[in-house]
């Protein structure tokens, strides 16, 4: 949309647009992150909700990868998005 403006009015609001939605996939990671950093807290200090299983305190290869995903994902969209807004 922003490419396809004729004028620099309309850039600028298209540019503004992407920037908003970028902004709320941020705010989004952001407590979605919040959220997992809880878990995990909870989960090492071992006090989970239910004290059915045996595996608390373990930081099994599965929840590394999601925490590695959560890292790399987060940082790749701050930079994407203040990228796009230093243009």
Known sequence: MASS??????????????????????????????????????????????????VHGILMPCLKLMLAVIVFTTTLLFIRWYTLSQS
């Open 5 to 54: 403006a004729s004028t620099l009015v309309g850039a600028n609001i298209d540019t503004h647009i992407m920037l908003s939605g970028i902004g709320f996939q941020f705010a989004i990671i952001v407590l979605f992150s919040d959220l997992t950093i809880d878990f995990m807290q909870q989960y090492v200090c071992d006090r989970p909700m239910h004290t059915d299983s045996s």
